[in-house]
């Protein structure tokens, strides 16, 4: 966010007349260096944005030192945080029955509230005994679990039917939904899970961290057309880089 205000009143500077009289406005470190010591960010603001970060992304014991350090408190019981990364990590495991009855315990009404998510979860169920070569078990879970859920909705349709395509192919290299058996698969499943959790608790889907990073490249971008300055690249070190002039 400082450097967006930074950005939108360069810009305004920029666009002015006499501005216009060169292609770019070159802007020293110095320069730019004592605008951003000029934007006052609120420590607290910093911790939240960080407790929001661990909170979010399951990092129960980092949450917990950091509130007794930081004297920030997050915004649910840190317990909880253990049981949907309990959940999470069944799902990325493949143990998807684990992983319904874990999210039942937490909350019932998760997956009686959430037909694609649950749908989603059994499609993984099938993915599951595939993968584990249980050809006659998936093919009659598929039947009894999955196709009357087909039969209501056109996507899952289009789904079951890519699923149960990986039972034709000898070697799923060869069949064009191969992907479903990769890791990432797994991982797509877990994070909608941990999504769906994090909703129910009140409390944001997505860290606020990521978004913020995205509004800085696309800021940065921006003003990339108008002008030359020294710019982030390495976002794990936050390091200026002088441009190229």
Same mark, same amino acid.
């Given at each position: 966010?400082?450097?967006?205000? /930074? @950005?939108?009143?360069?810009?305004?500077?920029?666009?002015?007349?006499?501005?216009?009289?060169?292609?770019?406005? @070159?802007?020293?470190?110095? &320069?730019?260096?004592?605008?951003?010591?000029?934007?006052? /960010?609120?420590?607290?603001?910093?911790?939240?944005?960080?407790?929001?970060?661990?909170?979010?992304?399951?990092?129960?014991?980092?949450?917990? !030192?950091?509130?007794?350090?930081?004297?920030?408190?997050?915004?649910?019981?840190?317990?909880?945080?253990?049981?949907?990364?309990? @959940?999470?990590? *069944?799902?990325?495991?493949?143990?998807?029955?684990? *992983? /319904? &009855?874990?999210?039942?315990?937490?909350?019932?009404?998760?997956?009686?509230?959430?037909?694609?998510?649950?749908?989603?979860?059994?499609?993984?169920?099938?993915?599951?005994? /595939?993968? *584990?070569? !249980?050809?006659?078990?998936?093919?009659?879970?598929?039947?009894?679990?999955?196709?009357?859920?087909?039969?209501?909705?056109?996507?899952?349709?289009?789904?079951?039917?890519?699923?149960?395509?990986?039972?034709?192919?000898?070697?799923? !290299?060869?069949?064009?939904?191969?992907?479903?058996?990769?890791?990432?698969?797994?991982?797509?499943?877990?994070? &909608?899970?941990?999504?769906?959790?994090?909703?129910?608790?009140?409390?944001?889907?997505?860290?606020?961290?990521?978004?913020?990073?995205?509004?800085?490249?696309?800021?940065?971008?921006?003003?990339? &057309?108008?002008?030359?300055?020294?710019?982030?690249?390495?976002?794990?070190?936050? *390091?200026?880089?002088?441009?190229?002039?």
């Amino acid at each position: 966010m400082f450097l967006s205000r /930074i @950005v939108l009143r360069d810009l305004d500077s920029i666009d002015s007349p006499a501005s216009m009289a060169t292609s770019k406005k @070159v802007v020293t470190r110095d &320069e730019w260096e004592r605008k951003l010591r000029d934007v006052k /960010i609120r420590k607290e603001d910093m911790n939240r944005l960080v407790m929001n970060f661990l909170v979010t992304e399951g990092f129960v014991d980092a949450a917990d !030192k950091f509130r007794v350090e930081s004297g920030t408190q997050p915004d649910i019981d840190l317990a909880t945080i253990t049981d949907r990364m309990e @959940v999470k990590k *069944a799902v990325q495991s493949g143990n998807v029955q684990e *992983a /319904i &009855e874990k999210i039942n315990d937490l909350n019932p009404t998760i997956l009686d509230t959430n037909p694609e998510l649950y749908f989603h979860l059994q499609q993984q169920k099938l993915i599951e005994l /595939i993968r *584990a070569g !249980k050809i006659n078990e998936a093919l009659e879970f598929a039947q009894e679990e999955l196709a009357p859920r087909g039969e209501e909705n056109q996507t899952f349709l289009e789904e079951i039917e890519k699923t149960v395509a990986l039972l034709v192919f000898e070697d799923v !290299k060869n069949c064009p939904y191969g992907e479903l058996l990769d890791v990432s698969q797994r991982l797509k499943t877990a994070s &909608e899970v941990n999504a769906a959790i994090l909703t129910s608790q009140s409390h944001e889907k997505d860290p606020k961290l990521p978004s913020l990073l995205k509004m800085l490249i696309w800021t940065q971008n921006q003003l990339n &057309e108008k002008a030359a300055y020294p710019r982030i690249n390495n976002l794990s070190t936050a *390091a200026l880089e002088d441009p190229a002039i």
